[in-house]
């Protein structure tokens, strides 16, 4: 008789480390009127309200991951902004079809519950959906020996929105001589890291002895809503795009319609220093283009007449400026000029 006992947590899942997770994550209180937020994280599934006085209301839903940026989280022990990028992810790419971010969900994987890596990304989760103003309202966290190596994990979230039926941002809104406007990335956001570790590991470069690339490689992806949404509110924009992968052109290209060209002047981008670096180290201008946000996290379609306006509406750092204007063609995009990388 076999008297070898066989269990969950000897094949490498402990529940109960688990439950403990969920359980933290349960008991995130909010201030006000001392209720807990997060109180239905924990079900089989989470109820949510749709918000009145939206005319024909219409759900959006949106999902992402932040790529091999974890890798460099890893890297650098560091996991309390990596939450933030992904709800960015998501919810940047919500407001795009004028959408009001409502509620958000996290899926995690990892070899072993490491209850101080996973509150650490839960907080920077908890922090991304304030600065959107929606809820968390549950996820799942799966435990999975076996599948990843020691220590690593992945991440993923699904966003879900609602805009009023007039106020959905489709093509047929944008006009011939718009402006186009770039709104400033925080940095890389989480695009295109696989390029930057592999020139990283390439040249032997130790990312923890480098000041600069360590503030540099995980700042959070700029959350956008709450300016966005209040141009939408104010009829102030005909279109916007989430500058992610694929760079300036292959996102923009998505929302210009047929017949119409959105001719971009490269000379006018104003970079940031993570990008000059990554140009001088060896990357070409056009696989810049094609992987990277160059600085342009978001792009805005507005009247003329608007763009005093619409300025008004972000911080300092953060102030859209032309780049281009929509003219009549069938190229959808046309860069112009080039960046200066100096």
Known sequence: MNKKKFTYKKSGVNINAADNFVNFISNVSSKKKGKKKFSNIGGFGSITSIPGKINQPKIVACTDGVGTKIEIANTLNKHDTIGIDLVA???????????????????????KIDLKKLKSIIKGILKGCKLSSCELVGGETAEMPGTYEKGKFDIAGFAVGVVGKNKILTKNRIKKNNLILAVPSSGLH?????????????????????????????????????EVLKLIDQNLINGCANITGGGLSDNIKRIIPNKMIAD???????????????????????EMLKTFNCGVGFCLIVNPKNLKKVTKYFSKDYKPYVIGKISKGNNKVKLNGTINWS
């Open 89 to 111: 992810m998501s919810v940047n790419d919500l407001i795009v079809q004028g959408a009001k971010p409502l509620l958000f969900l996290d899926y995690i994987s990892i070899n």
């Open 264 to 286: 971009i002047d490269l000379n006018q981008i104003k970079t940031l220093s993570i990008f000059k670096w990554l140009k001088k180290n060896g990357i070409s201008e056009k």
């Open 190 to 226: 989480s695009n295109g890291f696989s390029l930057v570790r592999y020139l990283i590991n390439q040249k032997k470069i130790n990312i923890k002895k480098n000041k600069f690339l360590k503030s540099e490689l995980l700042k959070p992806t700029k959350i956008y809503v709450d």
